[in-house]
């Protein structure tokens, strides 16, 4: 039921498929989902990915130069993406007092994240009002979500293993296919350096008992750079707290823990100015105890999962105007549980994807990207079985610039073997007003796919149901420039159709129906910047997300939530300070009250090597819900120390 996570190192090591995606040595045109080195033609210095330990400090001339590939399946300065578009750094992953991703998303705009518990447990991100299952997550580019489930493990992936993460709101099937209908999210694991090869570790302890340990290396394998990889380990374990309030269910009180082993590897090479390959690797693996309302109260409880990610790739420059980009990915979610130290059931889903992307520069600032795409999905499970899915899937994009005005065209068609085909198109436009501010506006449609859950659950799945459809329109005011970062101010509405939702069809018997339909209208506001010396990451969102056949709010979802970053280099520290705030939701019908929790963290360079890190979580000591009878950390506190050879 669970895998050491020593065994997956040692056979990373040993050279099985490790997974990485980078752009040829000399390209001016980055391919989809590559690691974010600069092209040639990219303005500004623009930092490449690192396995260095926490940086000490952020220049403030990096805000506007980092480069991001999500929104357009290409490199492009993070303020020239038309979709709202949030890039956090290695500085920003130091900074979070998070500890996993659903932390570090909840300082990204729009976003809203719902967990049943302390770390490790079932965790949902709600993206502009969208469901955990209408938000597409992918790492390294590679899906990694439960076909049964239809949405991602985000619980399961530590940032020990993170370099960088992108999130992209809105409608961006057109892009990327099912899910990605609130947006996406993608994480890029860490990566090698052109440098002699470095070490790195911390250890930490905290509250609820919890110990962490993290080793890493990462660098060149020759003195000419040309070949570079990273390796790196972690683990955490904690003693929890009772994830469901005893008192408003029958469960069973006893803390419930968490224990995670994860390793991320790479392994890249350059053949010479036109090609490189390499490999990439990623795997989490959890043990998390968790209460059941259903059960007894004495039951113990536990979900053995893993999130894995394989990939091995090849970039090339065919010719001066055309790059070539291919990808063979593995993305696994596996889920076993068991009852009193017994094995219950499993769910284990495969995900293979191939992908063959080719950019075309056909004159200065004109691009077309074109690609086809295919995608294996198969569930493997004691409760009931399905037959494979089968994806094909082509897409093109053109980017384009005539002066002020900016451009961006995408449409993508995704033919499955289950139920049909589905098309989906983005229209963005964006026009400078001048040198720093700029207006921009999309309209896009994006889909669903039904779950094997909705088509095949024994009583309940419905083999004939359809995808779920959005519309979208969105417009946007942005102000970028050195001395503050960039700024935005985003109007949006979607309209969801064809929503599947259990219907009874006979008394205690519901089956999965295309009969929902919603609205999410909303302004989502952004800052990641600074202020002087003083880093900033700020959002604010207002929005009303209705069901339209209830005239109810969406279940879980607040109409008011935002969230403040800032840090500061103070005398060889580096302090600061997170509040997150949300407005109340309703949960089936049980309301939750708003709340507000702030965090602080300091940093001190002991040496250039060693460092002592401390943060505080909840330091008000706030009694809040995420979800309905389910228990949130109270306040706690953590030290690491941590060393990384110069």
Do not use: C
Request: glycine share 10%; no cysteine; charged share 15%.
């Amino acid at each position: 039921m669970y895998t050491p996570i020593a065994g997956t190192a040692l056979l990373a090591v040993a050279g099985l498929p490790l997974g990485a995606q980078a752009l040829p040595a000399t390209t001016d045109e980055a391919p989809a989902l590559a690691q974010d080195t600069a092209p040639s033609v990219a303005p500004g210095n623009i930092a490449t990915s690192s396995t260095t330990a926490a940086p000490a400090t952020k220049s403030a001339s990096t805000t506007l130069t980092p480069i991001v590939v999500t929104a357009e399946r290409g490199a492009q300065p993070l303020a020239d993406a038309i979709p709202q578009t949030t890039r956090f750094d290695q500085q920003d992953i130091a900074d979070t007092t998070a500890r996993d991703l659903p932390g570090l998303l909840q300082l990204a705009p729009g976003a809203q994240i719902v967990r049943n518990g302390g770390p490790g447990s079932s965790s949902s991100l709600f993206l502009r009002g969208a469901s955990a299952q209408q938000s597409l997550v992918l790492i390294d580019g590679v899906r990694v979500d439960s076909v049964s489930l239809g949405s991602a493990q985000i619980e399961q992936i530590p940032l020990d293993q993170v370099d960088h993460v992108e999130v992209v709101n809105g409608n961006v099937s057109a892009l990327y296919g099912s899910g990605a209908i609130g947006g996406v999210v993608q994480v890029f694991t860490k990566d090698g350096g052109d440098h002699p090869p470095r070490f790195n570790f911390s250890v930490g302890y905290g509250s609820y008992h919890t110990q962490s340990q993290q080793a890493g290396v990462n660098g060149a394998l020759d003195r000419d750079g040309a070949t570079t990889f990273s390796l790196s380990l972690a683990r955490t374990k904690d003693d929890g707290f009772s994830s469901i309030d005893p008192a408003l269910a029958p469960v069973n009180p006893n803390a419930n823990g968490y224990l995670n082993e994860s390793i991320s590897a790479s392994l890249r090479h350059t053949f010479n100015d036109r090609w490189d390959a390499g490999i990439r690797y990623f795997q989490s693996n959890g043990n998390n105890s968790f209460d059941d309302p259903f059960g007894a109260p004495t039951d113990l409880n536990n979900l053995y999962s893993r999130v894995q990610q394989a990939s091995a790739f090849a970039d090339g420059r065919v010719t001066d105007w055309w790059a070539t980009h291919f990808v063979v990915a593995t993305g696994n979610d596996r889920s076993t549980t068991a009852l009193n130290g017994l094995y219950a059931d499993h769910f284990n889903t495969d995900n293979n994807q191939y992908t063959w992307q080719n950019d075309f520069t056909f004159a200065s600032q004109q691009k077309v990207k074109a690609g086809y795409e295919h995608l294996d999905q198969s569930l493997d499970s004691d409760e009931y079985g399905a037959p494979a899915r089968h994806v094909d899937s082509g897409f093109i994009g053109y980017t384009g610039r005539f002066g002020r005005s900016q451009f961006q065209a995408n449409v993508r068609r995704d033919q499955y073997s289950d139920f049909g085909g589905a098309n989906s198109y983005y229209l963005g436009y964006g026009h400078d007003l001048n040198e720093h501010w700029k207006v921009t506006a999309s309209w896009s449609n994006a889909f669903r796919a039904p779950t094997f859950n909705d088509l095949y659950f024994p009583g309940s799945g419905n083999p004939s149901i359809q995808p779920e459809h959005s519309h979208s329109i969105e417009a946007a005011l942005q102000y970028a420039s050195d001395a503050l970062g960039v700024l935005r101010l985003t109007a949006f509405q979607t309209r969801y159709t064809n929503l599947i939702e259990y219907q009874q069809v006979t008394p205690g018997v519901y089956v999965a129906q295309n009969v929902g339909r919603a609205k999410v209208q909303g302004l989502e506001g952004s800052w990641s910047g600074h202020l002087g010396k003083t880093d900033v990451r700020a959002s604010v969102t207002l929005q009303n997300p209705v069901d339209e056949d209830t005239n109810t709010d969406l279940n879980r979802r607040a109409r008011r939530f935002a969230s403040l970053s800032v840090n500061r280099d103070v005398a060889g520290w580096r302090v600061g300070g997170e509040w997150i705030v949300s407005g109340e939701r309703d949960d089936t019908g049980n309301t939750l009250g708003g709340y507000g929790v702030v965090n602080l963290s300091a940093r001190y360079n002991i040496t250039k090597a060693w460092y002592v890190a401390a943060q505080i979580q909840n330091l008000f000591d706030k009694d809040y819900e995420l979800a309905y009878t389910y228990n949130t950390p109270r306040r706690g506190a953590w030290l690491t120390l941590g060393w990384q050879q110069q």
